[in-house]
């Protein structure tokens, strides 16, 4: 995986799931990872394994609603590294209500951390990337994202948001800066802990037994940043083989 190697790749969310697998996934494959999430303590001890594993990663606490946070991000990648290659936005939460629950504090946290923690990281790395004449955005979205379902209308909202976003800055982006959005399906992650109803939850839980490693979508991930430079994989959708929508 040549187009892996050498790169360095900052990571929202990297402290479980998702962005936990890509970041051993990629440091696996000789790239330097920049993890960021809020849980400190997680993400040193995973930079310290991989580490030990003869990688090379750096961890940074960091909360994506915060403009600041992920400009220090971004600059703490440029200390460490040198340069920054990729930007993966991977931070969301998903607690999933129906409307007329009028969970409105949940909304605004979804909204604050998936839509606005994707454009903290785009405004932090386009600079940068710009300077720089080269980078690649990888934001995560979702399969909420292309279907809409009771219970998930302001989950759907923020996702298809990243998606306008995704392509919107794709086709400002330019000959030299790539765009990749990743929709995951059904994956063992923790996103249902962030559902407040506990009927809800059950029912996401129960749904999970289909779902797939974050693995797969590491791969996919990875897939995207291993092409050449003048290929820009623009959409990526990883579901369960088992899952119909």
């Given at each position: 995986?040549?187009?892996?190697?050498?790169?360095?790749?900052?990571?929202?969310?990297?402290?479980?799931g998702i962005g936990e697998a890509t970041a051993r996934y990629l440091a696996g494959h000789g790239a330097a990872v920049v993890l960021?999430?809020?849980?400190?303590?997680?993400?040193?001890?995973?930079?310290?394994?991989?580490?030990?594993?003869?990688?090379?990663?750096?961890?940074?606490?960091?909360?994506?609603?915060?403009?600041?946070?992920?400009?220090?991000?971004?600059?703490?990648?440029?200390?460490?590294?040198?340069?920054?290659?990729?930007?993966v936005s991977n931070a969301g939460l998903m607690p999933l209500s129906l409307l007329d629950e009028l969970k409105v504090d949940e909304?605004?946290?979804?909204?604050?951390?998936?839509?606005?923690?994707?454009?903290?990281?785009?405004?932090?790395?386009?600079?940068?990337?710009?300077?720089?004449?080269?980078?690649?955005?990888?934001?995560?979205?979702?399969?909420?994202?292309?279907?809409?379902?009771?219970?998930?209308?302001?989950?759907?909202?923020?996702?298809?948001?990243?998606?306008?976003?995704?392509?919107?800055?794709?086709?400002?982006?330019?000959?030299?800066?790539?765009?990749?959005?990743?929709?995951?399906?059904?994956?063992?992650?923790?996103?249902?802990?962030?559902?407040?109803?506990?009927?809800?939850?059950?029912?996401?839980?129960?749904?999970?037994?289909?779902?797939?490693?974050?693995?797969a979508i590491a791969r996919a991930i990875a897939f995207a940043i291993e092409q050449p430079s003048d290929v820009d994989v623009n959409?990526?959708?990883?579901?369960?083989?088992?899952?119909?929508?």
């Amino acid at each position: 995986m040549s187009g892996v190697e050498g790169k360095v790749v900052a990571i929202t969310g990297a402290s479980s799931g998702i962005g936990e697998a890509t970041a051993r996934y990629l440091a696996g494959h000789g790239a330097a990872v920049v993890l960021g999430a809020r849980r400190d303590d997680r993400l040193k001890a995973l930079a310290a394994e991989l580490e030990r594993d003869g990688g090379k990663a750096e961890a940074m606490a960091v909360d994506v609603t915060k403009r600041t946070d992920l400009a220090a991000f971004v600059k703490r990648a440029q200390e460490r590294f040198g340069l920054l290659d990729v930007l993966v936005s991977n931070a969301g939460l998903m607690p999933l209500s129906l409307l007329d629950e009028l969970k409105v504090d949940e909304w605004d946290r979804m909204i604050d951390v998936n839509i606005r923690g994707v454009l903290h990281g785009i405004a932090a790395a386009l600079p940068l990337f710009r300077a720089a004449g080269s980078g690649h955005f990888i934001n995560v979205a979702s399969v909420a994202g292309i279907n809409v379902a009771p219970t998930t209308a302001v989950y759907s909202g923020t996702k298809f948001a990243v998606r306008a976003i995704s392509e919107g800055l794709r086709q400002e982006a330019g000959s030299k800066i790539r765009v990749t959005m990743i929709s995951p399906g059904a994956v063992q992650t923790e996103l249902a802990e962030t559902i407040s109803s506990p009927d809800l939850k059950k029912r996401v839980e129960a749904f999970q037994a289909i779902a797939i490693p974050p693995l797969a979508i590491a791969r996919a991930i990875a897939f995207a940043i291993e092409q050449p430079s003048d290929v820009d994989v623009n959409e990526i959708v990883v579901r369960p083989t088992a899952q119909s929508a």
